[in-house]
């Protein structure tokens, strides 16, 4: 069985392949110069890239469309157009070559390939993205969300920050370069409620505080502090499950001063509590950042799982852009 998986929630348009053995991908990521990341020119760079992806993904595999038995595509939660783009795609790619479609959703996606590339089945996970920040475990009948942002998600802050700051591309790895020769400043809020935290105050007071500091020292403040909450919150949720193993996945997951920050706090549990060492997963780059891969892989489990019941008919299928990851079933 050969599922096509597509991607195209946000900034990156990706297709992946998975036979249940060999799992390959191609992708393209929309940079925005000196702005965000606005609608339409996501719509527009998807459409300027698919078929390029799409005939690099199946090259390499030598593959021909009529091969792939199962479309499975990203169905939310994401932004309108490129979720409007990459649906659209599939109906058609799935009508046009006879293949069944699978809806996936990307939150869930992002935390499969973890398992699969960490081999880590039953962690506490840290979902770290430009749209999302949650806390997440898994048991037999759902994803249950255990803390989230209550605003905005932890990658949109540092994004937004990064050109407030003035750098030239707004992206968490440019802010994350600029913050290594920071100091911090004493003054920077910190706000965390129970397991939930909340990020919009830090940007206010980055923009407040922008005129009277380094911008490298706003950078190293923010980014320590957005990170002890996150930090916290999660040590908090590993206490309360008592689980093995933390799985820390999305974009922002690659950040290495949040994973020294983790690393350290799982070091600590250890010390305090004697216990057998707690495994931390960080799934490979290629993983962490929105791929297709993900998606063909997730829809490759689903069907696996759900047969039939996993699909939706192409003619009807449609984007759910606030398709929250506890409204996903995980039993038929
Ligand atoms: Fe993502």
């Known amino acids: 069985m050969i599922v096509l998986g597509i991607e195209s929630t946000a900034h990156t348009i990706g297709i992946g392949v998975y036979d249940g053995k060999r799992l390959t991908h191609k992708r393209h990521v929309y940079r925005a110069k000196g702005e965000g990341m606005i609608p339409r020119k996501l719509g527009d760079h998807h459409q300027q890239w698919f078929s390029r992806i799409l005939k690099d993904t199946l090259d390499e595999r030598e593959l021909k469309p009529t091969d792939i038995d199962m479309i499975a595509f990203s169905q939310g939660p994401g932004i309108g157009q490129p979720l409007q783009f990459g649906c659209a795609m599939a109906r058609y790619l799935s009508l046009k ?14 935390i499969e390939i973890g398992i699969y590339d960490t081999g880590i089945d039953d962690p506490l996970v840290i979902y770290a993205s430009g749209g999302n920040t949650q806390l997440i475990v898994k048991d037999k009948e ?15 802050l540092f994004d937004v920050l990064a050109r407030e700051l003035g750098l030239e591309y707004g992206h968490g790895a440019e802010l994350e370069r600029l913050a290594r020769n920071g100091r911090y400043i004493e003054s920077t809020p910190y706000s965390v409620k ?3 935290t909340v990020f ?11 005129t009277k500091y380094p911008p490298e020292d706003i950078a190293y403040s923010v980014m320590h502090n957005a990170f002890a909450m996150l930090v916290e919150t999660a040590e908090r949720a590993f206490w309360l499950t008592g689980k093995k193993g933390v799985i820390v996945c999305g974009g922002v997951a690659q950040n290495s001063m949040l994973q020294t920050m983790l690393d350290r706090m799982l070091s600590k549990h250890q010390t305090m509590c004697g216990k057998q060492k707690v495994r931390l997963g960080i799934p490979r780059n290629e993983y962490n950042g929105d791929n297709g891969a993900m998606i063909a892989y997730t829809g490759y489990e689903l069907y696996q799982k759900f047969g039939d019941k996993a699909t ?7 984007p759910r852009p606030r398709w929250r990851i506890d409204q996903v079933d995980l039993v038929p």
């Open 312 to 318: 939706i008919n192409p003619k009807s299928a449609v």
């Open 142 to 156: 759902r994803y249950r969300v255990l803390g989230e942002t209550l605003d905005i998600g932890i990658g949109n």
């Open 97 to 110: 070559v006879g293949a069944k479609l699978i809806p996936v959703n990307h939150c869930a996606a992002h």
């Open 200 to 210: 919009g105050g830090l940007l206010t007071y980055a923009k407040r505080i922008k």
């Open 194 to 196: 129970g397991m939930n």
